[in-house]
């Protein structure tokens, strides 16, 4: 649930940074602004990193969390290149279209996240299946 409010979090501050870019101008000249923005930003990015961790680590047993956290972070890495290069062209056509585009990622992983099942409960049928 942390993961899907986090990212939630995340894709709606996006959405609504390019709507105060495109409503109200004067409030993007503010340090202030940023300031918050890159504070909620933050929570919202650990939030996201210590669930998948989290979530990872619990479906994990014994001697493989450590490759399981491994190759998280393998893919996490790889997925963040090629969404690096993907971002830099749409950020080509503009500051707002790189945001949105963003934003509409973070919320579309948002409502994967929501699909995952809970591991502790996973763990709890396997551990007694007669409940």
């Keep these: 649930m942390t993961l899907s409010i ?28 940023y300031a918050v923005i890159l504070f909620i930003l933050g929570v919202a990015h650990a939030g996201v ?13 014994g ?12 893919i996490i890495g790889i997925g963040l290149i ?23 990622l973070s919320l579309l992983g948002a409502g994967v996240s929501l699909k995952l099942r809970h591991v502790q409960m996973r763990v709890r049928e396997l551990d007694n299946p007669y409940t």
Excluded: C, M, W
């Design 6 to 33: 986090a990212a939630l979090t995340a894709g709606l501050l996006g959405i609504i940074v390019v709507t105060i870019f495109a409503t109200v101008p004067e409030y993007t000249s503010s340090i202030t602004f």
């Design 82 to 104: 090629l969404l690096g290069a993907l971002s830099s062209i749409f950020i080509s056509y503009g500051l707002e279209i790189g945001v949105f585009a963003l934003s509409t």
């Design 49 to 61: 990193r210590i669930d998948r961790k989290t979530h990872i680590v619990d479906l994990a047993s």
């Design 63 to 74: 001697d493989q969390k450590a490759e399981y956290v491994a190759l998280s972070n393998t």
